[in-house]
């Protein structure tokens, strides 16, 4: 999660929590030195923090922990505390404040770090005090802490953590991250490093120590069998013993330190993002552009440049004889299509999955919902409301077909106040690189079945980006889609399969005779910055929105090669992790939306016969 | 100026101006846009002053309360329009104590929650006599909460009692007689039969229980029953249905106004994080987000009946143990094909029409599909509080010989729309109720599991209705069967390392 803090925003959301859990009374005068509390409620315990801000200096923040009452707080108000601190980093932080922020919450943190109890507190791995670069106070998935309940141990990613942050790797590390213009700090991390190593090191070597001394006491106890106990052999074994006691301790002392600061390393290696292509460049590279091509391209060409005022496909639609858009505040971006572009939807859904089945693609019909694991193995961070929808905890669903907990004292408890501890978080994403993946999480394929290609139609659903432009079909929570998804062998096969599904694209939106009518669109190659962490290269159709002004993504194929399928165990029967290739042929919302605006005539009304020709051919 | 704090979504740039004036200036456009429909038409309900439609806030110049509700920053950047006031329930009926002794009887009949009439009743008596505005309102808030949750009424001729009173109306199709042993759908349709057409094992730990993935043929099949049931609906002379492509996410208020609890341990409503997402629930059918649709508005009399289809996703959070439900006969996620009716009341038997209308489509689309089905008037108990009367339609199913609901229709009369409040101008001039009527044409995963276990053949073969063959791919075929190139993959967790060599 990317720190980024307003203190307006955090200001006014303890207080919201404040007053929303407990009721405490809070002062809110934005101008002087305040004090609050800041309580939460967990099922057996109240604990509360202070929170001491003084305004003017905006997060100078001392955030003082002045007191953490009930130094006996449980695992389970320790985990609230931790989720309230999340809640502390979603906010946007001015720059300048951010390293003293970053200091109040280290010291918060390090409190917290005090009172957790042992094993039941969420990994999480917050980088050393003052740590000016990203933070991540959540807790991961994929890496689960030793000594945790089986049933969050879904999958063990393949990271080795040497390799990957060998000498040689450092500086092809460094020029990726600056190159994706990441804001993750390299320099931190190999200071964790260190300090990873130097604790393995110790760790190890007392471990094959003890080792050594379990074999020679055991070696003994059978010279005592054969030839009974002489005095030097007692003593030797009382040496032994007393060492072998005294490594124990420094062991389990250790042990926590160990586990500490792998949770660490581990969760900040699964957040470098995936190494770049080659084809991946600093900026956008246009690869195909339908001027040419295109009957309906040369009236837009004309016409971009004068300032007519085209109208938007929401406007464009209320003047469709047999169709409409409605927005509806019935939840944020709803829409409803009427009639013509309802039947629009589908009919060019069909389209799409025709010329897929054509193509040697096989349907799959996916579940919405993907537990965490999934998510974050997919590279998207699941504690980013604006990456991913997140479901509230239903713990009661789960019958239990994973293998159990350990505990049964750590099951979910529905209906238990703040929620179930270890309950299992849900995010619906509907259609998208998630839902083929999930299929073959923590799966073998079978080689000769490889190169295998999917699609999924139905529906997409994301939280929507802000605009101030008002209600458009460019902006929307949820969208139909028309996903793709190859699993190959190897690297050059995915490059194969990757080249093959960029054909694919541009085969199924350029006219194959110049007299065909299409729309208006170009294939660009997607710049490093804006490619997500899980992508290695990206390439997408984009169509032209006359009202815009500007090109929309309706289709894209992206490259992930073996990152995804490290991190959810998915090889083939090789033994090698799969290479994958995921993309979309449409997002037929969005598509729908261009196909309108193209269409329109110079007196507003949607009559040009692309439209039809686009969705009516079947 | 002051503004709440919206969730964490909450952003400075609200704070400015500016902001505000692209607000008002990107609502003015969208007033002149599209007008119909969008404000909730001005109610005058004298007692419940709620009606805080934008219009008013945004002339205040106070945005506070028209967002509040939704707490969602998406929602900051659009008009809010959508607003939904207490239910404006037929008080002089069900508070007139004449009525007493019908309304528990039928209450009882019904297992519904039970309501202190006598209470209620004495409370209008009281709002009958309070002397100042301020106290009559508080009155009727409380009135009226108590009472929303009386069912509605039933129909006389449904059958009084439980499940097993249902009125058996017809049985149709032939029930297929089997000369061997037949499969249930999950190992007719498993991988290691060789049809890998579905995936209902080993996804507890990435997808969750109760959650199944349709392969190859099965999802074309999916996508066949779409395409089969949609033209058949759209394509009636004079009755023809209007498709709309609905949303899947609602506010919650929606969904209870439909007469779905959104809160509670039996709840079947699947809810967003609230804290990260505002009020946020899933659509558990397309009639919430349909009756969403039409929410606030008022009709013409010349613009209904209304028939309504919508094609959607359907979230369930719905659990269950028994035998007979394994595999993709009750799981969380699913498309269906949903029918929605609006009707006047002027005579007062317009949606009972309607949902003969909607019955006898069913039928028809079953029919089509070859299965073996019965169709059932259900009783009091089966009703739920919406409905005046349903109508059930059970299939075959062979290999547990049971019969499984595949759809169900319901006339709701007036119990949506006066929580929803759609109205319509009747012919007399003043603004009534409208009756909303829904029912199921396509359950994909039910009608897959009919289809299957009815059409297998002694060979592991399935026979493919005749009706969905021209939408299966290549176009006409006839039998599933096993794939050419199989597509194999085998879970981590159950392979041993003989295993493996031999998976290799």
């Known amino acids: ?116 109890s042992g094993k039941y507190f969420c990994s999480s791995a917050l980088s050393s005090i003052g740590n000016q670069a990203s933070m991540r106070f959540s807790s991961s998935a994929l890496h689960v802490r030793k000594g945790y309940p089986s049933s969050q141990k879904i999958v063990k990613p393949d990271v080795d953590v040497d390799a990957v942050l060998s000498e040689e790797n450092i500086p092809k590390l460094r020029e990726n991250i600056n190159r994706r213009k990441m804001r993750l700090d390299i320099d931190i991390l190999m200071q964790d490093y260190e300090k990873f190593r130097e604790v393995r090191d110790v760790f190890q070597k007392v471990e094959t120590e003890k080792q050594d001394i379990t074999k020679k006491v055991k070696l003994l106890v059978g010279q005592f069998e054969t030839t009974g106990k002489t005095s030097e052999a007692v003593k030797r074994m009382k040496t032994l013993t007393k060492r072998g006691r005294e490594l124990r301790e420094e062991l389990s002392g250790l042990k926590d330190q160990w586990l500490d600061i792998e949770d ?101 019909s996916c579940p919405d919902m993907f537990k965490s694991v999934v998510v974050e193995g997919c590279g998207v961070d699941t504690e980013d409301p604006e990456q991913v929808l997140t479901l509230s905890c239903r713990g009661d669903l789960e019958d239990g077909d994973s293998p159990d907990s350990e505990s049964s004292s750590t099951k979910t408890q529905p209906g238990s106040a703040g929620g179930p501890e270890w309950s299992i978080t ?109 992508e290695s290269c990206r390439n997408e159709f984009q169509l032209w929105s006359p009202s815009l002004r500007k090109f929309i993504t309706v289709a894209a194929v992206s490259k992930s090669n073996d990152f995804i399928s490290k991190r959810l165990m998915i090889k083939h029967s090789g033994g090698h992790h799969v290479h994958m290739v995921h993309g979309y042929v449409a997002d037929v919302t969005k598509l729908i939306a261009c196909l309108l605006e193209q269409s329109q005539t110079k007196n507003g009304e949607v009559s040009l016969p692309l439209f039809q020709s686009f969705v009516e051919m079947k | ?34 007008q119909q429909g969008m404000i909730p038409p001005a109610i005058q309900y004298p007692l419940f002053n709620r009606t805080n439609c934008i219009h008013r806030n945004v002339q205040n110049g106070t945005l506070r309360n028209s967002l509040r509700g939704f707490s969602n920053s998406v929602h900051l950047s659009k008009p809010i329009s959508f607003h939904i006031n207490p239910p404006e329930l037929n008080i002089e009926y069900l508070l007139d104590p004449c009525n007493k002794d019908i309304i528990q009887k039928n209450i009882m009949n019904r297992k519904g929650e039970s309501v202190d009439l006598g209470h209620l009743i004495e409370l209008k008596r009281q709002y009958e006599a309070a002397s100042n505005d301020v106290e009559k309102k508080n009155i009727l808030s409380s009135i009226t909460k108590e009472a929303s949750s009386i069912p509605n009424n039933s129909h006389p001729d449904s059958p009084i009692g439980d499940e097993a009173k249902a009125r058996l109306v017809k049985l149709c199709g032939e029930k297929k007689e089997f000369n061997f042993k037949c499969k249930s759908h999950i190992d007719l349709c498993s991988a290691e039969s060789g049809l890998d057409l579905l995936k209902v094992r080993n996804v507890g730990q990435t997808t969750g229980n109760r959650t ?43 969904i209870e106004a439909c007469g779905f609890k959104t809160t509670g341990d039996r709840t079947q409503v699947y809810t967003l994080d609230q804290e990260k997402h505002g009020q946020i629930c899933l659509s558990g059918t397309a009639e919430m987000a349909l009756g969403g649709f039409y929410a606030n508005r008022v009709l013409d009399l010349d613009q209904l009946p209304q028939r309504v289809c919508a094609v959607s996703r359907c979230y369930r959070a719905e659990t269950s143990n028994r ?94 729309s006066r929580r929803l409040h759609i109205k319509y101008r009747a012919r007399d001039g003043s603004e009534k109720f409208v009756h909303t009527v829904n029912g199921t044409a396509c359950a994909v995963p ?22 969905l063959q021209k939408y299966m791919f290549p176009k006409g075929k006839q039998i599933i069967e096993k794939p050419e190139k199989p597509w194999k993959t085998q879970y981590y967790y159950k392979f041993s390392d003989e295993q493996f060599r031999r998976f290799r």
Request: proline content about 5%; aromatic content about 10%.
């Open chain 1, 1 to 116: 999660m990317k720190m980024s803090i307003s203190p307006t925003g955090l200001y006014l959301h303890i207080l919201k929590n404040a007053q929303g859990l407990i009721g405490t009374k809070c002062m809110l005068s934005p101008f002087k030195k305040m004090t609050f509390q800041f309580c939460i409620r967990s099922s057996c315990s109240v604990s509360s923090l202070y929170l001491h801000k003084n305004m003017t200096s905006l997060l100078s923040t001392n955030i003082l922990v002045a007191q953490l009452s009930q130094k006996k707080t449980k695992a389970s108000s320790s985990s609230h505390h931790l989720k309230s601190v999340r809640n502390l980093s979603r906010y946007a932080l001015p720059p300048q404040n951010e390293s003293k922020f970053n200091q109040g919450l280290g010291s918060l943190w390090s409190s917290l770090n005090v009172h957790k």
């Open chain 1, 264 to 364: 660490k390393i581990m969760i900040q290696v699964l957040e470098l993002p995936n190494w770049l292509d080659i084809c991946t460049k600093e900026h956008e590279n246009i690869l195909l552009e339908h001027h040419k091509t295109c009957s309906s391209a040369d009236q837009f060409i004309k016409e971009m440049e004068p300032p007519i005022s085209y109208k938007d496909h929401v406007e464009l639609a209320s003047r469709l004889p047999d169709g409409n858009i409605h927005f509806r505040a019935v939840s944020p971006t709803a829409y409803y299509l009427e009639g013509r572009l309802a039947e629009a939807e589908l009919s060019l859904t069909d389209h799409f999955s025709d010329q897929l089945l054509e193509a040697g693609f096989t349907p799959l």
């Open chain 1, 426 to 534: 849900y995010h619906l994403t509907g259609v998208s690189h998630m839902a083929a993946t999930a299929y073959i999480t923590k799966n073998y394929i079978w080689e000769k079945s490889l190169p295998a290609k999917w699609y999924s139609v139905g529906r997409h659903y994301q939280p929507a980006k802000e605009d101030l432009n008002g209600p458009s079909l460019f902006n929307t929570c949820q969208s139909s889609r028309v996903q793709l998804c190859a699993a190959t062998v190897n690297c050059s096969e995915s490059d194969i399969m990757y080249q093959e599904m960029v054909d694919l694209l541009q085969r199924l939106y350029t006219p194959k005779t110049t007299s065909e009518i299409f729309p208006y669109g170009r294939m660009r190659s997607v710049p490093a910055p804006q490619l997500a962490m899980w």
């Open chain 2, 1 to 34: 100026m002051i503004c709440q704090p919206f969730g964490h979504h909450f952003r400075c740039k609200l704070w400015q101006s500016q902001s505000l004036l692209n607000l008002s200036r990107s609502y003015v456009r969208h007033l002149s846009t599209r």
């Open chain 2, 212 to 254: 199944y993935y349709l392969k190859g043929d099965a999802a074309q099949m999916q996508q066949a029953l779409i395409k089969y049931t949609v033209p058949k609906l759209l394509n009636r002379q004079d009755k023809s249905f209007t498709l709309i492509s609905v949303p899947d996410m609602l506010h919650p208020d929606i």
């Open chain 2, 323 to 416: 035998e007979e439900e394994k595999g993709i006969y009750r799981v969380h996620q699913f498309t269906k094909v949903e029918m929605f009716g609006v009707t006047a009341d002027e005579t007062g038997t317009e949606s009972e029409e309607l949902l003969k209308e909607f019955i006898e489509l069913q039928e028809d689309l079953y029919d089509g599909l070859g299965l073996h089905f019965r169709i059932l008037d259900m009783p009091t108990e089966e009703l739920g509080a919406p409905a005046y009367r349903k109508y059930d339609m059970e299939a075959w199913m062979p290999e547990k010989q049971f019969w499984g609901e595949i759809s169900s229709s319901s006339n709701c009369t007036d119990y949506q």
């Open chain 2, 446 to 467: 039910r009608l897959i599991m009919a289809i299957v276990e009815n059409s297998q053949n002694e060979d592991g073969t399935i026979s493919i209705p005749q009706a």
